[in-house]
C-alpha cells in the first residue's frame, strides 16, 4: 500500500474504495464494522466468520509486524496542554516494520497515544491515532514532535528561530492559538517525548 494513499485515507482526505477496504482487510487483519463505523473490535476474531468459516487474521508474532503498546490513557493536547494520567500500556496496535520505516520510523522505538483538541487541525484532527518514535528527540525544523512542557503533553510542530530559539507552534491559524518559545534558560521546562511519524483519523 502506499503510505501517501493510506495517509490520505487516514486524515479524511479522500475516501478508499471497497477493493482497498477488502486489501486493508486482508493485509491487517482489521474488522470492518469497526473501521467504518466504530463498533466491535478492531482486529477480527479467529473464532471465524458469519458464514461459519475461518477468519483470515495475520501472525502478529511474525518478524514483518511489531507490536506497538498503547497508552488509551495517555494524550498529547493539541491544545493547551494535558496532563497524562497514566504511563501503562492496556493494548498493542501491530504495523508492518516497512510501513513504519517507510515514515522514517525506528519501529521498535515507537508506541501509540492519541491527540485531544483542535490546536493542530486541519493537520491532526482531534482524537487521532499518534504513532511517536521516541528514538527521534533531536528537534529537526518543521517536525511534529510529542512535548513534556512542565509534565503537560503537547503535540506541536517544531520551528527554530535565528537566535536559536524553539518555537512550538499549532497549526490551526484559526484560533489563534499561542506560540510557546524556549532558550536555554528554560530548557529545563522542556523534554521531547518523540517525534510523531504517523497518525490516523478514528471513525
Given at each position: 500500500?502506499?503510505?501517501?494513499?493510506?495517509?490520505?485515507?487516514?486524515?479524511?482526505?479522500?475516501?478508499?474504495?471497497?477493493?482497498?477496504?477488502?486489501?486493508?482487510k486482508q493485509d491487517f487483519a482489521v474488522n470492518l464494522d469497526w473501521l467504518i463505523t466504530g463498533d466491535g473490535e478492531m482486529f477480527q476474531s479467529?473464532?471465524?466468520?458469519?458464514?461459519?468459516?475461518?477468519a483470515p487474521i495475520m501472525d502478529f508474532s511474525q518478524p514483518d509486524f511489531v507490536r506497538l503498546p498503547v497508552y488509551n490513557d495517555v494524550h498529547a493536547s493539541a491544545g493547551s496542554g494535558m496532563v497524562p494520567a497514566s504511563e501503562q500500556a492496556d493494548g498493542v496496535v501491530a504495523?508492518?516494520?516497512?510501513?513504519?520505516?517507510?515514515?522514517?520510523?525506528?519501529?521498535?522505538?515507537?508506541?501509540?497515544?492519541?491527540?485531544?483538541?483542535?490546536?493542530?487541525?486541519?493537520?491532526?484532527?482531534?482524537?487521532?491515532?499518534?504513532?511517536?518514535?521516541?528514538?527521534?528527540?533531536e528537534v529537526e525544523h518543521g517536525c511534529i514532535y510529542v512535548f513534556n512542557v512542565s509534565d503537560r503533553l503537547l503535540v506541536k510542530r517544531a520551528r527554530w528561530r535565528l537566535d536559536g530559539r524553539l518555537e512550538l507552534v499549532s497549526d490551526n491559524a484559526d484560533e489563534g492559538y499561542p506560540v510557546e518559545t524556549f532558550g536555554a534558560e528554560s530548557v529545563d521546562q522542556l523534554r521531547v517525548v518523540g517525534r510523531v511519524v504517523y497518525f490516523g483519523r478514528t471513525p
Open positions: 500500500m502506499n503510505p501517501e494513499t493510506l495517509g490520505g485515507y487516514e486524515r479524511g482526505d479522500t475516501s478508499p474504495d471497497m477493493q482497498f477496504l477488502a486489501r486493508y479467529s473464532a471465524g466468520s458469519s458464514q461459519g468459516l475461518p504495523f508492518t516494520r516497512r510501513f513504519l520505516a517507510n515514515q522514517g520510523a525506528r519501529p521498535d522505538h515507537c508506541s501509540v497515544i492519541w491527540a485531544r483538541g483542535t490546536s493542530m487541525k486541519p493537520t491532526i484532527p482531534d482524537g487521532a491515532l499518534l504513532v511517536v518514535d521516541h528514538s527521534q528527540r
